[in-house]
């Protein structure tokens, strides 16, 4: 595994800030209210977590929901808290960086009806693209591939941006991470049907057990035909402080057919809720 160094997350930090200057008045939007939360009933309660304003939430498993960026459009990005705030197990879910990619927001909405173990905290967002999510496109507005928009390895092209971080959806995210530090997040995609295994150390490792209880197949090569680069999973696993890692899921599109899950107490559901089940099950069993 990379080791992660303080600086580069801190100077992550500070361009995502700096960058987000740039996108303070999207022009051309008029932004759809994110999707409910299932089973919840929001109250007024207003409250804050890593300085992003939230309210809280009652009713679920998920307590709080904080607005923590927009996207090119203008549309909420929202992240939801479930479990104890300080529990010492971290994990961030993240559905839907391409816009037609269904199974991550589904799979997002299953998770935040689940109770974490007393020592485990999930964070999830059901979509980093909502404005692609909205028409079923693969890019954001600008017309760019988000996962070729981090800060790892960039490389400019006609799909990656102008720079590392120009998206106001990556920056979100990337500030959101930034701050969090989980010790695991997951990028939910689709629809090759693979956990992402490369990368060695604790991310394979964590990845082969995610396999397993998923019951989604481990990929031994790399997802993206050669060296990825600028994307999230491998930025976050060469830059968090707190020794976090990061791997993508590609989900399958039979995503509401029952079949085998390695979930103990759930020998068949649907890949949407096997794999919310497995992101619950190994929260409560990442290495503290
Ligand atoms: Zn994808």
Not at 53 to 58: E, I, L, P, T
Not at 114 to 128: C, E, G, K, N
Not at 263 to 276: D, K, L, M, S, W
Request: with cysteine; charged share 15%; hydrophobic share 40%.
């Amino acid at each position: 595994m990379r080791r992660p160094l303080r600086s580069a997350a801190t100077s992550v930090v500070a361009a995502v800030l700096l960058a987000g200057a740039s996108y303070a008045a999207p022009a051309r939007a008029v932004p759809a209210p994110e999707p409910a939360v299932p089973t919840t009933a929001p109250t007024s309660a207003s409250s804050s977590a890593y300085g992003y304003s939230c309210r809280r939430v009652s009713g679920s498993a998920v307590d709080l929901s904080c607005v923590i960026g927009r996207s090119v459009d203008g549309r909420a990005l929202v992240a939801t808290r479930q479990g104890r705030a300080a529990a010492p197990r971290v994990l961030v879910v993240l559905g839907q960086m391409h816009g037609e990619e269904w199974p991550g927001p589904l799979t997002v909405d299953v998770l935040r009806t689940l109770r974490p173990a007393a020592d485990a905290v999930i964070w999830s967002v059901r979509s980093m693209n909502p404005d692609g999510g909205a028409i079923g496109r693969r890019w954001n507005s600008h017309g760019v591939n988000l996962n070729s928009n981090f800060p790892d390895k960039f490389l400019r092209d006609s799909r990656s941006g102008p720079r590392a971080l120009s998206e106001p959806e990556s920056q979100a995210i990337a500030r959101f991470l930034t701050l969090v530090q989980p010790d695991l997040v997951i990028s939910l995609h689709g629809f090759s049907e693979a956990v992402d295994t490369t990368g060695g150390g604790r991310r394979a490792a964590l990845a082969r057990t995610f396999s397993g209880l998923s019951g989604i197949a481990p990929a031994h090569v790399v997802p993206c035909g050669g060296p990825c680069h600028g994307n999230l999973t491998d930025w976050y696993t060469a830059t968090s402080r707190a020794s976090g890692v990061a791997f993508t899921v590609e989900m399958p599109r039979s995503s509401r057919t029952v079949r085998p899950c390695g979930v103990p107490g759930h020998p068949r559901e649907t890949p949407i809720r096997c794999t919310a089940l497995a992101a619950a099950y190994l929260a409560g069993r990442l290495p503290a």
